[in-house]
Protein backbone atom coordinates (compact mmCIF):
# COMPACT_ATOMS: atom_id res chain seq x y z
CA UNK A 1 0.00 0.00 0.00
CA UNK A 2 1.19 3.68 -0.63
CA UNK A 3 2.27 5.61 2.73
CA UNK A 4 2.03 8.90 0.62
CA UNK A 5 -0.69 10.00 -1.22
CA UNK A 6 -0.52 13.27 -3.52
CA UNK A 7 -3.41 15.26 -3.37
CA UNK A 8 -4.40 16.94 -6.47
CA UNK A 9 -4.10 13.57 -8.67
CA UNK A 10 -3.59 16.90 -11.59
CA UNK A 11 -3.13 20.21 -11.35
CA UNK A 12 -3.31 22.74 -14.27
CA UNK A 13 -2.16 26.11 -14.15
CA UNK A 14 -0.90 29.28 -16.01
CA UNK A 15 2.43 30.24 -16.24
CA UNK A 16 3.68 32.65 -13.57
CA UNK A 17 0.73 31.48 -10.86
CA UNK A 18 1.65 29.32 -7.36
CA UNK A 19 1.35 25.78 -8.00
CA UNK A 20 0.42 24.16 -4.40
CA UNK A 21 0.85 19.90 -4.01
CA UNK A 22 -0.54 17.84 -0.95
CA UNK A 23 0.47 14.67 0.78
CA UNK A 24 -0.53 12.68 3.25
CA UNK A 25 0.91 9.98 4.69
CA UNK A 26 0.03 6.98 7.25
CA UNK A 27 2.94 6.21 9.54
CA UNK A 28 5.58 8.21 11.75
CA UNK A 29 8.55 8.96 9.79
CA UNK A 30 11.95 10.08 9.83
CA UNK A 31 12.34 12.35 6.87
CA UNK A 32 10.09 12.97 3.99
CA UNK A 33 11.08 13.85 0.19
CA UNK A 34 9.96 14.97 -3.18
CA UNK A 35 10.63 14.13 -6.04
CA UNK A 36 9.72 15.34 -9.74
CA UNK A 37 9.88 13.23 -13.01
CA UNK A 38 9.67 14.84 -16.12
CA UNK A 39 7.72 12.50 -18.66
CA UNK A 40 8.69 9.25 -19.36
CA UNK A 41 12.02 9.78 -17.72
CA UNK A 42 13.51 9.20 -14.24
CA UNK A 43 12.58 10.80 -10.88
CA UNK A 44 14.73 13.52 -9.50
CA UNK A 45 15.03 14.49 -5.89
CA UNK A 46 13.95 17.74 -5.03
CA UNK A 47 13.96 18.45 -1.23
CA UNK A 48 14.11 16.81 2.22
CA UNK A 49 12.46 17.77 4.92
CA UNK A 50 13.54 16.76 7.94
CA UNK A 51 10.88 15.40 11.10
CA UNK A 52 12.10 18.10 12.86
CA UNK A 53 11.21 20.50 10.23
CA UNK A 54 8.56 22.57 9.94
CA UNK A 55 9.22 24.36 6.57
CA UNK A 56 12.30 24.12 3.93
CA UNK A 57 13.04 26.33 0.73
CA UNK A 58 15.21 25.50 -2.13
CA UNK A 59 15.15 28.76 -4.63
CA UNK A 60 11.26 28.61 -5.71
CA UNK A 61 10.09 25.38 -3.68
CA UNK A 62 8.80 25.49 -0.29
CA UNK A 63 8.09 22.69 1.61
CA UNK A 64 5.87 22.27 5.07
CA UNK A 65 5.95 19.46 7.29
CA UNK A 66 2.61 18.82 9.94
CA UNK A 67 3.74 15.75 11.71
CA UNK A 68 0.53 16.04 13.78
CA UNK A 69 -1.49 15.82 10.67
CA UNK A 70 0.89 13.55 8.66
CA UNK A 71 0.95 15.72 5.55
CA UNK A 72 3.32 17.61 3.90
CA UNK A 73 2.96 19.94 1.21
CA UNK A 74 5.23 21.37 -1.99
CA UNK A 75 4.57 24.94 -3.14
CA UNK A 76 6.34 26.29 -6.46
CA UNK A 77 6.11 30.03 -6.55
CA UNK A 78 6.44 31.37 -10.16
CA UNK A 79 5.88 28.59 -12.14
CA UNK A 80 7.38 28.00 -15.70
CA UNK A 81 6.13 25.69 -18.35
CA UNK A 82 9.53 23.81 -17.58
CA UNK A 83 8.04 23.11 -14.01
CA UNK A 84 5.32 20.51 -16.02
CA UNK A 85 6.17 17.54 -14.44
CA UNK A 86 4.45 14.43 -12.21
CA UNK A 87 5.43 15.32 -8.41
CA UNK A 88 6.11 12.09 -5.93
CA UNK A 89 6.57 12.66 -2.01
CA UNK A 90 8.23 9.57 -0.51
CA UNK A 91 8.64 8.68 3.00
CA UNK A 92 11.31 6.49 4.83
CA UNK A 93 10.29 2.90 6.12
CA UNK A 94 13.00 1.33 7.75
CA UNK A 95 13.64 -2.41 6.45
CA UNK A 96 16.24 -5.10 8.46
CA UNK A 97 18.74 -3.76 5.81
CA UNK A 98 18.40 -0.24 5.88
CA UNK A 99 15.57 2.49 5.19
CA UNK A 100 13.54 2.29 1.95
CA UNK A 101 11.45 4.98 0.41
CA UNK A 102 7.48 4.47 0.06
CA UNK A 103 6.19 6.65 -2.77
CA UNK A 104 2.68 8.14 -3.50
CA UNK A 105 0.48 8.54 -7.13
CA UNK A 106 1.77 11.56 -8.04
CA UNK A 107 0.29 14.73 -8.56
CA UNK A 108 0.84 15.95 -12.71
CA UNK A 109 1.32 19.71 -12.80
CA UNK A 110 0.94 21.17 -16.20
CA UNK A 111 2.10 24.51 -16.76
CA UNK A 112 0.64 26.56 -19.36
CA UNK A 113 2.62 29.11 -21.40
CA UNK B 1 27.22 14.24 -10.07
CA UNK B 2 25.64 10.81 -9.76
CA UNK B 3 24.63 8.71 -12.68
CA UNK B 4 22.65 5.75 -13.14
CA UNK B 5 22.44 4.36 -16.18
CA UNK B 6 19.79 1.45 -17.78
CA UNK B 7 20.67 -0.33 -20.87
CA UNK B 8 17.24 -0.07 -22.83
CA UNK B 9 14.70 3.19 -22.99
CA UNK B 10 12.32 1.05 -24.75
CA UNK B 11 12.18 -2.61 -24.99
CA UNK B 12 8.81 -5.38 -26.45
CA UNK B 13 9.22 -8.52 -25.58
CA UNK B 14 7.00 -11.85 -26.22
CA UNK B 15 5.05 -13.85 -23.67
CA UNK B 16 7.58 -15.80 -22.22
CA UNK B 17 10.67 -14.83 -23.05
CA UNK B 18 13.37 -14.01 -20.22
CA UNK B 19 13.57 -10.79 -19.95
CA UNK B 20 17.22 -8.75 -18.28
CA UNK B 21 16.90 -5.11 -17.62
CA UNK B 22 20.51 -3.88 -16.77
CA UNK B 23 21.20 -0.95 -14.10
CA UNK B 24 24.81 0.67 -13.70
CA UNK B 25 25.63 3.50 -11.26
CA UNK B 26 28.82 5.12 -11.08
CA UNK B 27 28.94 6.46 -7.55
CA UNK B 28 30.31 3.41 -5.11
CA UNK B 29 26.72 3.14 -3.72
CA UNK B 30 26.19 0.34 -1.61
CA UNK B 31 22.55 0.25 -2.40
CA UNK B 32 20.27 -0.47 -5.66
CA UNK B 33 16.49 -0.88 -6.04
CA UNK B 34 14.34 -1.59 -8.52
CA UNK B 35 10.95 -0.10 -9.22
CA UNK B 36 7.70 -0.21 -11.68
CA UNK B 37 5.69 2.45 -12.21
CA UNK B 38 2.15 2.22 -13.18
CA UNK B 39 -0.76 4.83 -13.66
CA UNK B 40 -2.37 5.21 -10.33
CA UNK B 41 -0.34 3.23 -8.80
CA UNK B 42 2.88 5.34 -8.33
CA UNK B 43 6.08 3.40 -7.70
CA UNK B 44 6.75 0.24 -6.26
CA UNK B 45 9.68 -1.56 -5.09
CA UNK B 46 10.59 -4.90 -6.63
CA UNK B 47 13.94 -5.96 -5.03
CA UNK B 48 16.39 -3.84 -3.39
CA UNK B 49 20.44 -4.61 -3.03
CA UNK B 50 22.27 -3.57 0.05
CA UNK B 51 25.30 -4.98 -1.12
CA UNK B 52 27.16 -7.46 -3.67
CA UNK B 53 25.48 -10.94 -3.92
CA UNK B 54 22.91 -9.84 -1.32
CA UNK B 55 19.51 -9.10 -1.96
CA UNK B 56 15.97 -8.26 -0.32
CA UNK B 57 12.24 -8.94 -1.75
CA UNK B 58 10.52 -5.91 -1.85
CA UNK B 59 6.85 -5.14 -2.23
CA UNK B 60 6.25 -7.20 -5.35
CA UNK B 61 8.72 -9.47 -5.92
CA UNK B 62 6.73 -12.00 -7.60
CA UNK B 63 7.80 -13.20 -11.15
CA UNK B 64 11.80 -11.23 -10.61
CA UNK B 65 14.19 -11.83 -9.76
CA UNK B 66 17.55 -9.94 -9.35
CA UNK B 67 21.99 -10.07 -9.72
CA UNK B 68 24.08 -8.33 -7.96
CA UNK B 69 27.28 -9.68 -8.79
CA UNK B 70 29.29 -6.18 -9.10
CA UNK B 71 28.66 -3.21 -6.85
CA UNK B 72 28.21 -1.03 -9.44
CA UNK B 73 25.37 -3.00 -11.69
CA UNK B 74 21.79 -4.64 -10.73
CA UNK B 75 20.55 -6.75 -13.00
CA UNK B 76 16.54 -7.13 -13.12
CA UNK B 77 15.33 -10.51 -14.49
CA UNK B 78 12.42 -11.75 -15.43
CA UNK B 79 12.31 -15.33 -16.05
CA UNK B 80 9.12 -15.32 -18.38
CA UNK B 81 7.79 -12.25 -19.11
CA UNK B 82 4.15 -11.98 -18.91
CA UNK B 83 1.68 -9.12 -20.56
CA UNK B 84 1.19 -7.92 -16.78
CA UNK B 85 4.69 -7.20 -16.30
CA UNK B 86 4.39 -4.29 -19.17
CA UNK B 87 5.27 -1.42 -17.33
CA UNK B 88 7.94 1.16 -16.76
CA UNK B 89 11.25 0.01 -15.12
CA UNK B 90 13.16 2.11 -12.64
CA UNK B 91 16.29 1.27 -11.45
CA UNK B 92 17.64 3.50 -8.26
CA UNK B 93 20.82 3.68 -6.11
CA UNK B 94 21.34 5.25 -3.26
CA UNK B 95 24.72 5.73 -0.30
CA UNK B 96 25.71 4.30 2.71
CA UNK B 97 25.34 6.15 6.00
CA UNK B 98 22.35 8.26 6.66
CA UNK B 99 21.26 9.29 3.29
CA UNK B 100 17.94 8.82 2.08
CA UNK B 101 18.11 10.27 -1.42
CA UNK B 102 17.98 7.71 -4.23
CA UNK B 103 19.50 8.82 -7.64
CA UNK B 104 17.21 7.19 -10.80
CA UNK B 105 17.94 6.25 -13.93
CA UNK B 106 16.23 7.20 -16.96
CA UNK B 107 13.75 4.25 -17.04
CA UNK B 108 13.01 1.45 -19.21
CA UNK B 109 9.75 0.91 -20.56
CA UNK B 110 8.96 -2.66 -21.47
CA UNK B 111 6.41 -4.11 -23.26
CA UNK B 112 5.20 -7.61 -23.30
CA UNK B 113 3.10 -8.81 -26.48
Known amino acids: SQQGEEDPQALSIQEGENATMNCSYK?????LQWYRQNSGRGLVHLILIRSNEREKHSGRLRVTLDTSKKSSSLLITASRAADTASYFCATVRSYNAGNMLTFGGGTRLMVKP | DVKVTQSSRYLVKRTGEKVFLECVQD?????MFWYRQDPGLGLRLIYF???????EKGDIPEGYSVSREKKERFSLILESASTNQTSMYLC????????????FGPGTRLTVL
Open chain 2, 92 to 103: ASRGGGRSDTQY
Open chain 1, 27 to 31: TSINN
Open chain 2, 49 to 55: SYDVKMK
Open chain 2, 27 to 31: MDHEN
